[in-house]
C-alpha cells in the first residue's frame, strides 16, 4: 500500500504595516502550497526604525494569533519545536523556517515589527 501525501496549505496574509503613507512592513510569498513532509521559508522585510522587535505569529482560521517567536536585535536566531527565525537587522530582514511541515501547519503567518514608543507617537 503506498504512503499518500495530502497537500498542506501554508497562506499567508500579506500584511502591511502603514505609517505617514509608507508601507514599512512587507511579506513574501503572499501564498504558498507545501506538501506534508517539506520544508518552507516564509521572509519578511521592514523599514521601522528605531527597531525594538520582530514578531512572528501563526492564526488559524476563526482563532487569534499565536505567538511563535521574539527577536529583538540582540538575537539573530530563535527555535521553537519545527518552527525557527532569523533576523538579520541591518537587512532589515526576518525569515520564518517550517520544517517537516503537518497538515496543522495551514494557517496565516504574520510578521510584526515593533517600534519602541515615544512621547511623539
Sequence with gaps: MGKHLSACWVLLWLHHQWVAGKTQVEQSPQSLVVH???SC????NYTVTPFNNLRWYKQDTGRGPVSLTV???KEEK????RYSATLDEG???STLHITASLLDDA????CVVAAPCSPET
Aim: proline content about 0%.
Design 36 to 38: 506534508e513532509g517539506e
Design 91 to 93: 537587512a532589515k530582514h
Design 78 to 81: 530563535t527555535s521553537r519545536g
Design 71 to 73: 527577536l529583538t536585535n
Design 107 to 110: 494557517a496565516t503567518y504574520i
Design 41 to 44: 521559508v516564509l521572509q519578511c
